[in-house]
T-cell receptor
Framework: GAVVSQHPSRVICKSGTSVKIECRSL??????MFWYRQFPKQSLMLMAT?????????EQGVEKDKFLINHASLTLSTLTVTSAHPEDSSFYIC??????????FGQGTRLTVV | EDQVTQSPEALRLQEGESSSLNCSYT??????LFWYRQDPGKGPEFLFT???AGEEKEKERLKATLTKKESFLHITAPKPEDSATYLC????????????FGKGTKLSVKP
């Protein structure tokens, strides 16, 4: 299947700082990328949907000024968690797809805010 | 509202003991039902897509089936390496391609 690379896999940051997570589709051009958040023993919850070159669409309850999403090219999307707080600690997962394929997922990023 | 419910929450099997995982769903205009495997600390790994009732797909020891209300993931003669959390997700007609996930079934296969 197609490969989606997410980086970093783990990050620890201090409260109040910002963290950027990258998501790259390595062998295909992703028309749409998605960002999910997963708490322990919970399902993946969609945070936002982004299409290349346009603003991301955020799900209800997700603060767009806190979770900045940039989808600058067909192979790269970034999620920046701004002014991170301990409650932002979670597992963040991106996925990417074309119009004709299923979604492929990155390896996930474990964010810990201390 | 689109919804996915998976059962059981956890399943323990002996190696070679076949079983099935259930995924019940309600969705407006099903565009696809997906099964993924997720290992601890990893992103979901794609297994199957099913599009219409009656469809079946197989891969090694796994077989996925679909009805209008639910999907089953049958595991035949499982091995310890099949231990993982299995996620079911649906894509509805009104979506941009995003998936609604169930909470998953955590499968443990003991040798």
């Amino acid at each position: 299947g197609a490969v989606v690379s997410q980086h970093p896999s783990r990050v620890i940051c201090k409260s109040g700082t910002s963290v950027k997570i990258e998501c790259r589709s390595l062998d295909f051009q992703a028309t749409t990328m998605f960002w999910y958040r997963q708490f322990p023993k919970q399902s993946l919850m969609l945070m936002a949907t982004s299409n290349e070159g346009s603003k991301a669409t955020y799900e209800q309850g997700v603060e767009k000024d806190k979770f900045l999403i940039n989808h600058a090219s067909l192979t790269l999307s970034t999620l920046t968690v701004t002014s991170a707080h301990p409650e932002d600690s979670s597992f963040y997962i991106c996925s990417a797809r074309t119009a004709n394929t299923e979604a492929f997922f990155g390896q996930g990023t474990r964010l810990t805010v201390v | 509202e689109d919804q996915v419910t998976q059962s059981p929450e956890a399943l323990r099997l002996q190696e070679g003991e076949s079983s099935s995982l259930n995924c019940s769903y309600t969705v407006s205009g099903l565009r696809g039902l997906f099964w993924y495997r997720q290992d601890p600390g990893k992103g979901p790994e794609f297994l199957f897509t099913l599009y219409s009732a009656g469809e079946e797909k197989e891969k090694e020891r796994l077989k996925a089936t679909l009805t209008k209300k639910e999907s089953f993931l049958h595991i035949t003669a499982p091995k310890p390496e099949d231990s993982a959390t299995y996620l079911c997700a649906v894509q509805g007609g009104g979506s941009q391609g995003n998936l609604i996930f169930g909470k998953g079934t955590k499968l443990s296969v003991k040798p």
